[in-house]
């Protein structure tokens, strides 16, 4: 499975922004999939994740109520709404596969990593 984020950019706080994250494979639709951040100096931290069929999703407290993952097992693409968004949320996000998930929160549980998309919120 490739994986390929976009969607990042530079916005003021308040601001709303998109990610998509675009996935090889006629397989997606059977792939578990979440979104990790890293900000400048730490470490990389779960944000949200959503199983292979879409009925279940899950978020890190610092983003929940603001950001929304969904996806589009036609379009092999698993998507991040955030709003409302805070300087702190400025990071490095990476989307993730994984096909048998034993944690939504760990990373080394995921098995395939895109390239990160930057996201910054300025103040």
């Known amino acids: 499975v490739q994986l390929q984020a976009s969607g990042g950019g530079l916005v003021q706080a308040g601001d709303s922004l998109r990610l998509s994250c675009a996935a090889s494979?006629?397989?997606?639709?059977?792939?578990?999939m979440g979104w990790f951040r890293q900000a400048p100096g730490k470490e990389r931290e779960f944000v949200a994740a959503?199983?292979?069929?879409?009925?279940?999703?899950v978020y890190a407290d610092s983003v929940k109520g603001r950001f929304t993952i969904s996806r589009d097992n036609a379009k092999n693409t698993v998507y991040l709404q955030m709003n409302s968004l805070k300087p702190e949320d400025t990071a490095v996000y990476y989307c993730?596969?994984?096909?048998?998930?034993?944690?939504?929160?760990?990373?080394?549980?995921?098995?395939?990593w895109g390239q990160g998309t930057q996201v910054t919120v300025s103040s």
């Open positions: 993730a596969a994984v096909r048998i998930l034993t944690s939504y929160y760990r990373e080394e549980d995921y098995d395939y």
């Open positions: 494979g006629r397989t997606f639709s059977t792939i578990n």
């Open positions: 959503i199983i292979w069929s879409g009925a279940r999703t």
